[in-house]
């Protein structure tokens, strides 16, 4: 090739042009959908494994796009996160959910929500002062919010995560570890962050059918025994997964063999329904 094709090639790529051009047009969108209130919180029920009862749920973040209806946070979390629009996405599932559990306790008193946060939420210098906020505005009782965070999350700053954790947990808001057993090292980590509950993560949910698998999941329920955490199984997707993981003693679970994530309508019915039983 000649050197000024190559000058041209950078001055003018009509592939990546257009590829940069989408971005930009998505990014707006992104923008746009917060202003006009496109999200929607989903609620997937948390339930106690003896007795199936659901005892709280799980927030998690849709895009109802006016276009193309409804998307899963894997569609626009990252990007979300790249342009710094987590901090004010994620706090406004806070408070939305926050409000939403607490209508929810006339209905089930004790009620409990869980919300994740993000890696720049974490890093937020005004987080502990807008959750506290929150709870003071929506009337929630601290002890029924359980914060989420991964590893990952966690990790970008291990020193200030476990100030910040500590922080919050003086609120009276407890702490879950999410997709636990995923990292790299886990152990190390558990003795450092102030955390409450660890939500084991659906692979060694999933892998209890194969040789072995039940005994992997055993070891990571037994670690959660040792560290005197919470467990909540993820990912229990049939009634084999779920009577295993009573067997070993695993308090709670979550998954679509009880139920998917729901709009908050639905929620309320499904709580109505528990209350008639
Ligand atoms: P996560 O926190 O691990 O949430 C659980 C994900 O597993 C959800 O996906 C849920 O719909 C899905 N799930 C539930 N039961 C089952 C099952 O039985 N089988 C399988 N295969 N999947 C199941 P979703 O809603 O698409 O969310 C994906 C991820 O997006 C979440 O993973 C979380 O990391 C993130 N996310 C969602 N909402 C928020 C939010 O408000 N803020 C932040 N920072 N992250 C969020
Ligand atoms: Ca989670
Ligand atoms: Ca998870
Ligand atoms: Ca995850």
């Given at each position: 090739a000649k050197a000024e094709g190559k000058g041209v090639a950078r001055r003018f790529d009509p592939t990546q042009f257009a590829a940069a051009e989408q971005r930009r047009r998505e990014?707006?969108?992104?923008?746009?959908?917060?202003?006009?209130?496109?999200?929607?919180?989903?609620?997937?029920?948390?339930?106690?494994?003896?007795?199936?009862?659901?005892?709280?749920?799980?927030?998690?973040v849709r895009w109802n796009h006016r276009e193309r209806g409804m998307l899963p946070p894997a569609a626009f979390l990252d990007m979300a996160e790249t342009l710094g629009l987590l901090?004010?996405?994620?706090?406004?599932?806070?408070?939305?959910?926050?409000?939403?559990?607490?209508?929810?306790?006339?209905?089930?008193?004790?009620?409990?929500?869980n919300v994740?946060?993000?890696?720049s939420q974490l890093g937020n210098p005004a987080l502990i002062d807008e959750v506290r906020a929150v709870l003071e505005r929506t009337?929630?009782?601290?002890?029924?919010?359980?914060?989420?965070?991964?590893?990952?999350?966690a990790l970008v700053d291990l020193i200030e995560s476990a100030r910040v954790l500590g922080a919050l947990k003086q609120l009276g808001v407890r702490i879950a570890l999410d997709d636990f057993g995923t990292g790299f090292s886990s152990l190390s980590h558990l003795g450092t962050l102030p955390v409450d509950v660890v939500k084991i993560d659906k692979s060694f949910v999933q892998a209890m059918q194969e040789s072995n698998g039940a005994s992997v999941?055993?070891?990571?329920?037994?670690?959660?025994?040792?560290?005197?955490?919470?467990?909540?199984?993820?990912?229990?997707?049939?009634?084999?997964?779920?009577?295993?993981?009573?067997?070993?003693?695993?308090?709670?679970?979550?998954?679509y063999h009880f139920a998917r994530p729901m709009p908050a309508v639905d929620l309320t019915a499904l709580l109505t329904r528990q209350a008639a039983l």
């Amino acid at each position: 090739a000649k050197a000024e094709g190559k000058g041209v090639a950078r001055r003018f790529d009509p592939t990546q042009f257009a590829a940069a051009e989408q971005r930009r047009r998505e990014e707006a969108d992104l923008c746009r959908a917060l202003d006009d209130g496109e999200f929607e919180v989903y609620y997937q029920p948390i339930v106690d494994l003896d007795g199936e009862r659901t005892v709280g749920v799980e927030a998690l973040v849709r895009w109802n796009h006016r276009e193309r209806g409804m998307l899963p946070p894997a569609a626009f979390l990252d990007m979300a996160e790249t342009l710094g629009l987590l901090p004010r996405l994620g706090g406004w599932v806070l408070e939305e959910a926050c409000r939403q559990a607490a209508v929810w306790q006339a209905q089930a008193p004790g009620f409990e929500l869980n919300v994740n946060l993000s890696a720049s939420q974490l890093g937020n210098p005004a987080l502990i002062d807008e959750v506290r906020a929150v709870l003071e505005r929506t009337g929630l009782p601290p002890a029924l919010l359980v914060l989420e965070l991964t590893e990952s999350v966690a990790l970008v700053d291990l020193i200030e995560s476990a100030r910040v954790l500590g922080a919050l947990k003086q609120l009276g808001v407890r702490i879950a570890l999410d997709d636990f057993g995923t990292g790299f090292s886990s152990l190390s980590h558990l003795g450092t962050l102030p955390v409450d509950v660890v939500k084991i993560d659906k692979s060694f949910v999933q892998a209890m059918q194969e040789s072995n698998g039940a005994s992997v999941a055993e070891a990571v329920l037994q670690i959660a025994r040792t560290f005197r955490l919470a467990p909540v199984a993820e990912g229990v997707e049939d009634a084999t997964q779920a009577s295993r993981l009573r067997e070993l003693d695993c308090a709670q679970a979550q998954g679509y063999h009880f139920a998917r994530p729901m709009p908050a309508v639905d929620l309320t019915a499904l709580l109505t329904r528990q209350a008639a039983l």
